[in-house]
């Protein structure tokens, strides 16, 4: 079965400061992988996915995701953070379930940003 | 303009209830899902429907029934209403049957459940 794991529960930056928030997944096949963000109290967003083609991928608002195959990773990162920024940070794969390809989250990552 | 919407958005009950949750989406999408967010953020599917008909039915305890009367809308249904169904219960949609292609789905802003 799949899985998804975000190491970090909390992470705190300065307002300007580069970001990094760490994804790993497991997955037989080629995963399709995605980041949503969940401001308090919303809805989940997508930020970014990846399914096929340059593992570098670029979302919304400023940031990026790389996928490394040999690392079972996909790492979110953003060079300049801004305090709207804050908010819970969700990896996700879509795998296969039977006749369907559901999405399975990691346990999310808590972003604060510090003015 | 709302894409997925959901109502209500805050529900507090007494345990032994029965309550319902509904989901409207105007995407056109075919595939509607519920998922549930735990305390500890935690989001796990639930059920899925491709054109009405369940695709995906994770264990889920046979309280929670899921009712989709057209593929734009999908309910989801709780007799008996436990302490620990307390959660944040996400409905989402997507365009197609997603395994079929790279589809992303759109989440509605979630439905607070307290159960007292």
């Known amino acids: 079965a799949q899985s998804v794991t975000q190491p970090d529960i909390h992470i705190t930056v300065s307002e300007g400061a580069s970001l990094e928030l760490r994804c790993n997944y497991s997955?037989?096949?080629?995963?399709?992988l995605f980041w949503y963000v969940q401001s308090p109290g919303q809805g989940l967003q997508l930020l970014l996915k990846?399914?096929?083609?340059?593992?570098l991928v670029q979302g919304i608002k400023g940031f990026e995701a790389e996928f490394k195959r040999s690392q079972s990773s996909f790492n979110l990162r953003k060079p300049s953070v801004h305090w709207s920024d804050a908010a819970e940070y969700f990896c996700?794969?879509?795998?296969?379930?039977?006749?369907?390809?559901?999405?399975?989250f990691g346990s999310g990552t808590q972003l604060t940003v510090l003015p | 303009d709302t894409a997925v919407s959901q109502t209500p958005k805050y529900l507090v009950t007494q345990m032994g209830n029965d309550k319902s949750i509904k989901c409207e989406q105007n995407?056109?999408?075919?595939?509607m899902y519920w998922y549930k967010q735990d305390s500890k953020k935690f989001l796990k599917i639930m059920f899925s429907?491709?054109?009405?008909?369940?695709?995906i039915n994770e264990t889920v305890p046979n309280r929670f029934s899921p009712k989709s009367p057209d593929k734009a809308h999908l309910n989801l249904h709780i007799n008996s209403l436990e302490l620990g169904d307390s959660a944040v219960y996400f409905c989402?949609?997507?365009?197609?049957?997603?395994?079929?292609?790279?589809?992303?789905?759109?989440f509605g802003p979630g439905t607070r459940l307290t159960v007292l």
């Open positions: 989402a949609s997507s365009p197609g049957l997603a395994i079929f292609s790279t589809d992303t789905q759109y």
């Open positions: 997955y037989g096949a080629t995963p399709y």
């Open positions: 990846y399914f096929s083609g340059d593992t």
């Open positions: 996700a794969v879509g795998a296969r379930s039977g006749s369907a390809r559901q999405l399975t």
């Open positions: 995407l056109g999408h075919d595939t």
């Open positions: 429907y491709n054109n009405k008909e369940l695709i």
